[in-house]
């Protein structure tokens, strides 16, 4: 198996924004990341990046997307030497626009998506506006290749039916790629504050990533800039 760390530029906004109990001002520019894995006859895209707006940002929007046509991932693959045309299935973490918005650039593949995310509005749009992909709607965890290397584990909070990836690498090593279930390592070690947080599907999902790291699995969160930095120098 290959793990291909790939970024469709950035987002411009502010740490308490994707930060749980963050002070407010102070400014923060994170990653868009998309993966590729391959795996036998398998090449998969988890999530496909961001398009350019179409209207020019206002400064004073919360969320600013920094990134050029050559940022999309398509354009992205094509620079790394992969053929577009040879990505045989995706898998779509949730329905915001920076993990589905390069979608189109990919018709007509299978795409994995939870029931909680198709049957939520963004969900819904999300279908919409891609008829032509074969879409496959999972409930639950599920084992995508019937070898329990990648599993998509149901991670709903940040979205209804948001859902992270868990990778056994070849030596053994497994790897989860949270997305946005933890945008940041900061999240990775919060905790509910009170029992009416406990109950909140979010803190649900981190629980279940800490289980998960307790266990030696190494998580990678979704828009951390720093572990970002890292992962690429691999
Ligand atoms: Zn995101």
């Not at 948001?162 to 790897?175: A, F, I, P, V």
């Not at 999902?205 to 998960?212: D, G």
């Amino acid at each position: 198996m290959r793990l291909h760390f790939l970024q469709s530029g950035y987002i411009r906004t502010w740490r308490h924004l994707l930060v749980r109990r963050a002070p407010e001002g102070e400014r923060f520019t994170v990653p868009i990341p998309f993966y590729l894995i391959e795996h036998g006859k398998y090449r998969i895209l988890f999530d496909t990046g961001q398009r350019r707006p179409e209207k020019e940002q206002s400064p004073d929007e919360p969320f600013i997307i920094e990134m050029e046509e050559s940022d999309r991932a398509v354009n992205q693959l094509k620079k790394h030497g992969i053929a577009p045309q040879s990505i045989t299935h995706i898998i779509l973490s949730h329905s915001h626009g920076d993990h589905v918005d390069g979608l189109p650039d990919f018709p007509e593949l299978p795409c994995f998506i939870q029931k909680n995310e198709a049957v939520s509005p963004g969900g819904t749009a999300l279908l919409k506006k891609n008829p032509s992909a074969k879409w496959h709607i999972v409930e639950g965890d599920h084992d995508l290749c019937g070898d329990g290397r990648i599993i998509l584990l149901a991670t709903g909070g940040h979205t209804p039916g948001h859902q992270s990836l868990l990778l056994t690498l070849d030596n053994g090593e497994k790897l989860l790629l949270a997305a946005d279930a933890a945008y940041t390592e900061t999240a990775l070690e919060q905790y509910p504050l009170d029992d009416a947080e406990k109950r909140d599907p979010y803190w649900q999902s981190i629980a279940r990533l800490q289980e998960f790291r307790r266990q030696g699995v190494r998580v990678i969160p979704g828009h951390d800039p720093e572990t970002w930095e890292k992962l690429q120098k691999r």
